[in-house]
């Protein structure tokens, strides 16, 4: 089936250490995004790619990076910069109608 | 940025229809409203979209005033599974950011 695939579901990480977060699309979607969200809260924009190679902060991309090198694939890193990491992370993309589809979220937990 | 505003929460009893309301007054012309809801920590689902035109589907209903500055998402006959957090999001107009605010709580009722 079509859709986006996140992992890991869950992940504890140390303070200082960073980590990689996973999101894969088998949509043909030009466009990807990543969203935080904080418990009781909305989603917050990190970053967004239109197109491979290319890619755009959000509201909130201090302390986390992003690659784009193939249109399936759109890894977030957070980084030891990033002050409060522990959220839930959401990807998406978005087809040609402007409808987002998300995955399941990864957890993520700094100890 | 383009902004929506929702009430916090809103409750419906199971059958009766829930009408949520949202403002969007900054719209630009050529952008879609969208709605999501999701449920405890699992990804948003994709519930309808429109530009001027009313819109249903087999989900729900969606009613976009004239001025476009402000619609109504319609859930015709509300169940227990309906209960979630719905969003209504609009595009950054000459961006590809869709910005989240920070939705309605629905809790129907038994």
């Known amino acids: 089936d079509g859709g986006i695939t996140q992992s890991p579901k869950y992940l504890f990480r140390k303070e200082g250490q960073n980590v990689t977060l996973s999101c894969e699309q088998n949509l043909n979607h030009d466009a990807m995004y990543w969203y935080r969200q904080d418990p009781g809260q909305g989603l917050r924009l990190i970053y967004y790619?239109?197109?491979?190679?290319?890619?755009q902060k959000g509201d909130i991309a201090e302390g986390y990076s992003v690659s784009r090198e193939k249109k399936e694939s759109f890894p977030l890193t957070v980084t030891s910069a990033q002050k409060n990491p522990t959220a839930f992370y959401l990807c998406?993309?978005?087809?040609?109608?402007?409808?987002?589809?998300f995955g399941e979220g990864s957890r993520l937990t700094v100890l | 940025d383009a902004k929506t505003t929702q009430p916090p929460s809103m409750d419906c009893a199971e059958g009766r229809a829930a009408n949520l309301p949202c403002n969007h007054s900054t719209i630009s012309g050529n952008e879609y409203v969208y709605w999501y809801r999701q449920i405890h920590s699992q990804g948003p689902q994709y519930i309808i979209h429109?530009?001027?035109n009313n819109e249903t589907n087999e989900m729900a209903s969606l009613i976009i005033t004239e001025d476009r500055k402000s619609s109504t998402l319609i859930l015709p006959h509300a169940t227990l599974r309906d209960t979630a957090v719905y969003y209504c999001?609009?595009?950054?107009?000459?961006?590809?950011?869709?910005?989240f605010g920070t939705g309605t709580r629905l809790k129907v009722l038994a």
């Open positions: 429109g530009l001027k």
């Open positions: 998406a993309s978005r087809d040609t109608t402007g409808e987002l589809f």
């Open positions: 790619s239109q197109i491979v190679n290319d890619f």
């Open positions: 999001i609009v595009r950054v107009a000459g961006t590809y950011k869709y910005i």
